[in-house]
C-alpha cells in the first residue's frame, strides 16, 4: 500500500512573473488551492469534452467559492481541434458573458487545452490572468509550465501563439487516475526527455522507476512531476523566451514534430513522436560522435519500456507536381518549418553528453541516414 505524498510546491522565479506549481492530491476541487489568485467577478474554466464530465464540476465549487460567476466552455477533444476555429469558441464565450480585464481563464485539460486557454488568455483584451490546472501527465510535467501558448497550422504545429505565463499551476495527481494508459507513456516520453538533457540521475532514478510510474504508483508519480518542473523551472527562469537555453527542451521535438505533422496531428500522440524523436536525435548525436552506442540503447530501451514508439513511421507522399517524395525528404521538409529552424538549415537537439545538450545543425547526409535507419 503506497502512502499519499504531501503537496509539494515549486517555483518558477520570473521577476513580477514568477508563480507557483503545486504538485498533489485532490487539490482541484478545494477553494483553498485558489485562495492566493487576485480578486476578480468572474472566471471561465476552458475544457473539453471528455474532461468537463470528469473534473469541471470539483473545480467549478472550488472556484464558486472565490468568483461571483464561474462560466464554463467545452471545446472539443483532440489535436487536431487546436485551430482558429476553435479558440474562437473560448472568445465566444468571454464576449457572450460579458467578461472583463479581470476574468481568469482556468485551462482543465491536457496541453491541448492548456495551450488554446494560454493563447486566448494571451490575446483578449490584449491580456488577462490564467490558471493551468494541467489533467495529463505530459501537461503537468511540461505544457503547463512555462508560459508557451498555441495552435498549430496546416503547415506547421504550434506556429501560432505567445509566450504568457500563467499566475499559477495545480498539478493534481488524482488526475491520473482517469488517464488512458497510452496517454501516461506520451506523458512518461516528456519526463524522460529531462534526463538526457539536464540530469543523467533523474535518468538513472527512471529507469530504476519505471515500472512503477507505469503503474501510476503516487510516490514515484509525484517525485516525476516535481523533478520535471523544476527542472523545467530551472531552465525557463534562464531564458524564457527561447533565445538560447531553453531550445533543449524540445529535444526529440525537431523530428517528433514531422512525424505529427507528415501524418496529421492526432494521428500519433504528440508525446510519442517526441519519443521516437528523442531515440533519432540519439542516433545523430552518436554519428556525430558526442555520445557512444550504450547510451542510445540505454535511452531506446527506457522509452521502449515506457510503452513508446522507437522506430519512425514512413512519410512519403504523391506530389503531382514532382512525383513521389521519398521518405527522407519528406521529413527534412517538414523539418525545415520547425521553428528552431533559421534560413532553411534545420537546428537539432543533440546530447552532448549524457545529461547535457545543446542546439546544433548537421549535414543532411548524415540526417539521411538517420532517417533511414530509424524508419519502418
Ligand atoms: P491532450 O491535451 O490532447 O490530452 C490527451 C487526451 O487525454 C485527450 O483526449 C484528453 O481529453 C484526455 N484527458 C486529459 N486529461 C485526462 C484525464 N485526467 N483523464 C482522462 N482523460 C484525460 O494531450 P497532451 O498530451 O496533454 O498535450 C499535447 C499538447 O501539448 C500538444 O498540442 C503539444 O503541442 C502541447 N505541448 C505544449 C507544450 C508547451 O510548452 N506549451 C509542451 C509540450 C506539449
Ligand atoms: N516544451 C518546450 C518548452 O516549453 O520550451
Not at 472583463?100 to 486557454?117: E, H, I, N, P, S
Not at 493551468?132 to 504545429?157: C, E, M, Y
Not at 507522399?317 to 512525383?323: H, M, P, S
Not at 547526409?365 to 538517420?370: S, T
Request: hydrophobic share 45%; aromatic share 6%; net charge neutral.
Amino acid at each position: 500500500m503506497s502512502l499519499s505524498p504531501p503537496i509539494e510546491r515549486v517555483s518558477i522565479d520570473l521577476a513580477e512573473r514568477s508563480y507557483s506549481i503545486f504538485v498533489g492530491n485532490g487539490m482541484l476541487g478545494d477553494a483553498r488551492t485558489f485562495a492566493q489568485l487576485p480578486a476578480g467577478n468572474a472566471a471561465l474554466i476552458v475544457t473539453n469534452i471528455t474532461i468537463a464530465s470528469l473534473y469541471a464540476a470539483q473545480l467549478r465549487s472550488a472556484l464558486a467559492v472565490h468568483f461571483k460567476q464561474v462560466h464554463i466552455v467545452v471545446l472539443p477533444d483532440g489535436e487536431e481541434h487546436k485551430t482558429w476555429q476553435t479558440l474562437n469558441l473560448i472568445f465566444d464565450s468571454l464576449l457572450e458573458h460579458a467578461c472583463d480585464r479581470k476574468t481568469v481563464l482556468f485551462a482543465l485539460g491536457g496541453g491541448v487545452v492548456g495551450d488554446m486557454t494560454g493563447f486566448a488568455a494571451a490575446s483578449f483584451m490584449r491580456g488577462v490572468p490564467f490558471v493551468q490546472v494541467p489533467t495529463t501527465l505530459l501537461a503537468q510535467v511540461d505544457s503547463s509550465v512555462g508560459g508557451k501558448t498555441a495552435i498549430n497550422h496546416p503547415l506547421g504545429k504550434n506556429m501560432i501563439g505567445a509566450f504568457y505565463q500563467p499566475l499559477l499551476v495545480v498539478c493534481d495527481l488524482r488526475t491520473m487516475e482517469t488517464l488512458p494508459q497510452r496517454e501516461l507513456s506520451a506523458g512518461l516520453a516528456e519526463v524522460i526527455k529531462y534526463g538526457p538533457i539536464a540530469d543523467l540521475a533523474f535518468f538513472d532514478w527512471i529507469e530504476a522507476n519505471i515500472e512503477a510510474l507505469l503503474a501510476r504508483q503516487p510516490v514515484a508519480l509525484a517525485y516525476a512531476v516535481k523533478r520535471s518542473c523544476e527542472i523545467k523551472a530551472w531552465v525557463v527562469g534562464q531564458d524564457e523566451r527561447e533565445s538560447g537555453l531553453r531550445a533543449v527542451l524540445n529535444f526529440g521535438h525537431t523530428f517528433g514534430h514531422a512525424i505529427e505533422a507528415g501524418l496529421g496531428y492526432g494521428k500519433w500522440l504528440h508525446g510519442e513522436a517526441v519519443a521516437c524523436g528523442m531515440v533519432m536525435a540519439a542516433h545523430l548525436s552518436q554519428r556525430l560522435g558526442l555520445i557512444d552506442e550504450t547510451f542510445v540503447r540505454r535511452l531506446t530501451d527506457l522509452i521502449k519500456a515506457a510503452g513508446l514508439p522507437v522506430t519512425g513511421p514512413r512519410l512519403s507522399r504523391v506530389n503531382n507536381a514532382t512525383g513521389t517524395m521519398g521518405n527522407a525528404d519528406r521529413y527534412l521538409a517538414l523539418m525545415r518549418v520547425d521553428k528552431k529552424a533559421t534560413a532553411g538549415e534545420i537546428k537539432f537537439v543533440l546530447i552532448d553528453r549524457p545529461g547535457s545538450a545543446s542546439v546544433q545543425g548537421a549535414p543532411d547526409a548524415l540526417v539521411r541516414q538517420v532517417i533511414d535507419s530509424c524508419c519502418e
